[in-house]
């Protein structure tokens, strides 16, 4: 029995079409997908690139997005907005606390990612504790940011006046290209802190850890279509980050003037919001701030009519 | 006409086939062919004169508890200026309402040639006597309607009874004079694929002139495998008695694409004679917001977001 599996696993059969095989199993290679609506789909445009790392390592095969990509993706953002926005606050913390869980499940198999894609082991590490904490950061100021920025406004009538920051809806992120888990994760996590929903165009150059977190959301109560990745070329989608009519706001991460020049232009169109966050270092507590919630919330100011109760002479 | 034992229309003597021998539908071949239509490729100019053609095929559709005055007459002006930063895009074809608002509908539209439609008998259960479906079709006519959508008795189609379908749908045509007559077969509650072509060549036999799939509050409403049965029964009654019949898939087409894909279906099932509103309509009402946005992506290449858009 043992020298019979022995032998087939090394030699070559008598008749010949049995090839020398060695006893080393081989690897099953993960299909990197585009996470659509809670779905992974293939790429509608069915075209793929292979990014590969510094020593030149062929990373994977990664879908090439297209702009229709975008577009399915901004339709599943924008039916998922009323239900995420419309959630308790507290809820949505919870929601951020489960992913921070479900991220560190599975720290060796990001950190393995980011080590393929060029980090040294220590940096890997230090970089999938920060993305953790910053998630539950985040998770704790799911219900504390609308405090913080609300206010009671003095004025001249009887009226009730405050103002609540609201989401502003769906927002397009360009993710950043360098750190391809933590920044990731740091501008997705105060957008949907927020309850807006987004769509991310993740790191061309290490989309690795992108596919892999959006398995991790897939796995964490985040409902589908509250965060949608894809993967591919900024320089082929960002147009079409800032154009489309249904995205309110517009998160680019990059230095590139002439792309920065390009989204204010374009985004005249609706008048969305763009955001610049190409100054900010990840690493260092400036990565880390519910200022990053208000950048994509719409401060909404309520005149609420009371009874002059002293004026009319009554009272209780 | 006796309704107590079901009989055979090739027993009667008034020379109508039986339509209980009414050709045997192949489920898996109907399902093949339909889906074969959602692979063609249809690009800019031609797109862009598909949505046309779609926008004018829509009956803009109101049929609720709830519809007041004031949602009809913002439906027609709706149907009559359906995104006024494009002045070069057609009209829808008809607006679609109760009987009790024909009238309001009839004056809001004034001569815009966009024409009224009416729901009657007992829409959409169809479950009352026929005297009454007969005055509730009369009173929609006499309001103003152009066109009559009425339902068939799925309940008297499902014992048999299909005498008696086919002597009310005589009878709704009569009472509806000049208007033309759109008959529901509500297929969500036929069944099968069968039973929807033996529906369909009792409608037309019995002077339809529009067979339409569904009310829109039955689900499964309009599919394409559905319609395509439909159409099939259009082109075998045409080729055997010369007359052209209209089709209206309602309910549950809600995205131009898919639209585009009923357009290629008719095409290639009845020929172009068949792709106006004369002969063709979609029964929607958020299927219009849908094509002017997909209008205005082709002219200014920007995806466009529905709060662009007016609310109907």
Not at chain 1, 10 to 23: A, D
Not at chain 1, 188 to 210: D, M, Q, Y
Not at chain 2, 100 to 123: N, Y
Not at chain 2, 126 to 132: E, R, T, Y
């Amino acid at each position: 029995m043992d020298k019979s599996i022995k032998k087939s696993s090394l030699t070559i059969s008598e008749n010949g079409l049995e090839k020398k095989t060695s006893g080393k199993r081989l690897e099953v290679l993960k299909t990197y997908k585009i996470y659509i609506g809670g779905q992974f789909p293939r790429t509608e445009s069915g075209r793929y690139y292979v990014p590969v790392n510094a020593v030149g390592k062929k990373l994977a095969n990664v879908c090439l997005s297209s702009r229709k990509d975008f577009r399915d993706a901004v339709v599943s953002a924008r039916g998922a907005f009323s239900g995420w926005s419309g959630r308790a606050a507290f809820n949505r913390g919870q929601v951020l606390y489960r992913m921070a869980e479900m991220l560190e499940g599975r720290k060796a198999q990001f950190i393995e990612e980011l080590t393929q894609q060029d980090a040294s082991k220590a940096k890997a590490e230090k970089e999938v504790n920060l993305a953790i904490d910053r998630l539950i950061y985040y998770a704790g100021w799911c219900d504390k940011y609308q405090q913080i920025f609300s206010a009671v406004n003095p004025v001249a009538s009887s009226h009730f006046n405050f103002s609540v920051p609201e989401p502003t809806g769906v927002v397009s992120i360009v993710a950043p290209q360098n750190d391809s888990l933590l920044g990731l994760v740091s501008v997705i996590a105060p957008v949907i802190t927020g309850g807006c929903t987004c769509v991310v165009l993740a790191s061309e150059t290490k989309p690795l850890c992108s596919v892999t977190f959006s398995e991790v959301l897939n796995s964490s109560d985040l409902p589908g279509g509250v965060v949608n990745i894809l993967t591919g070329k900024p320089s082929e989608l960002a147009s079409w980050f800032v154009d489309h009519m249904d995205v309110n706001a517009t998160i680019y991460c990059e230095k590139d003037s002439s792309v920065k020049k390009m989204m204010r232009e374009k985004s005249a169109l609706n008048l969305k919001r763009i955001i610049f966050y190409d100054k900010v270092n990840w690493y260092t507590e400036e990565g880390q701030s519910p200022y990053f919630i208000m950048d994509t919330q719409e401060i909404k100011t309520t005149w609420h009519p009371v009874e002059n109760i002293a004026g009319a002479g009554g009272g209780y | 006409m006796a309704t107590g034992s079901p009989k055979i229309f090739s027993h009667l003597s008034n020379g109508q086939p039986g339509f209980s021998l009414s050709p045997r539908i192949d489920q898996v071949g109907v399902e093949e062919r339909a889906s074969r239509f959602t692979k063609r490729s249809i690009k800019k100019e031609s797109k862009l004169n598909g949505l046309k053609l779609v926008l004018n095929m829509i009956d803009l559709t109101t049929l609720e508890g709830k519809d007041t005055d004031g949602k009809v007459k913002q439906l027609c002006y709706k149907a009559m200026h359906p995104h006024d930063a494009l002045p070069d895009i057609p009209t829808v074809a008809a607006i679609c309402v109760y009987p009790s608002m024909v009238k309001i509908a009839r004056k809001a539209l004034g001569d815009s040639g966009i024409k009224v439609a009416s729901v009657a008998t007992a829409f959409p259960s169809g479950q009352a006597p026929k005297d009454v479906k007969i005055r509730d079709t009369k009173y929609a006519v006499n309001e103003g309607a152009d066109e009559v959508d009425m339902v068939i008795s799925r309940g008297k189609f499902h014992s048999g009874e299909y005498n008696y379908v086919f002597d009310e749908i005589a009878a709704i045509k009569e009472a509806c004079g000049d208007a033309r007559l759109k008959v529901i077969l509500e297929t969500g509650e036929l069944g099968t694929f069968d039973k929807v072509r033996r529906a369909s060549d009792i409608a037309m036999h019995a002077g339809a002139d529009f067979i339409k799939t569904s009310t829109g509050k039955i689900q499964p409403a309009a599919t394409m495998p559905v319609t395509l049965v439909m159409l099939e029964a259009i082109r075998d009654f045409y080729y055997k008695t010369g007359k052209m019949i209209g089709m209206k898939p309602a309910g549950g087409i809600s995205k131009s694409k898919l639209a585009l894909h009923y357009l290629v279906m008719v095409k290639e099932t009845l020929g172009e004679d068949w792709l106006n509103n004369e002969w063709f309509r979609f029964g929607a009402s958020s299927l219009a917001n849908d094509v002017l946005m997909q209008i205005v992506k082709e002219k200014t290449g920007v995806y466009q977001a529905a709060n662009y858009f007016s609310v109907d």
